[in-house]
């Protein structure tokens, strides 16, 4: 369970390569996904539960949500997804972690020239997930 106390969360920051209580922040589309702010520099970042939590059964949360099936995606030729690549809108992806595969839909810029995909799973639904991180 995280340590939680007035809105924020511990987590780690890849960027400040530490942990923090940080604050839970709201994001406008991104229903379902809890963003944090970092104190360190100040960027922003989806909350990743630890492996031993239990998923969230509204992860996606979108309206839009578009199911898709194991037929529709070319799985042999998936890249593997890592948060240090950058994807282009249609490419299929692999989540090692979630051992499930995906399709990037579209994709975001956050403050802190931070960028996301949108990536339409077939088990976990559609899930932002960061791209580029240095």
């Keep these: ?8 969360i511990n987590q780690y920051c890849s960027v400040c ?3 923090f209580e940080m604050d839970v922040v709201k994001q406008g589309s991104s229903k379902g996904v809890v963003w944090l702010k970092c104190p360190g520099c100040q960027g922003f970042l989806p909350y990743m539960p630890d492996e ?3 998923p969230e ?19 042999e030729n998936a890249k593997e997804y890592s948060e240090k690549n950058v994807y282009e809108v249609g490419e299929i ?15 975001d810029r956050l403050p802190g020239n931070r960028r996301t995909i949108w990536v339409q799973f077939l088990r976990q639904g ?3 997930l960061l791209e580029g991180v240095e």
């Excluded at 992860?59 to 037929?71: F, N």
């Excluded at 992806?93 to 994709?107: I, P, Q, T, Y």
């Design 126 to 128: 559609k899930i932002q």
């Design 57 to 75: 059964n509204s992860r996606g949360g979108d309206s839009e949500q578009q199911e898709i099936a194991l037929e529709d995606l070319d799985i």
């Design 17 to 19: 390569k530490d942990h």
């Design 93 to 107: 992806l692999h989540h090692r972690s979630w051992n499930d595969f995906g399709r990037v839909v579209s994709k």
């Design 1 to 8: 369970m995280p340590s939680t106390k007035t809105n924020s």
């Design 52 to 54: 031993s939590e239990e």
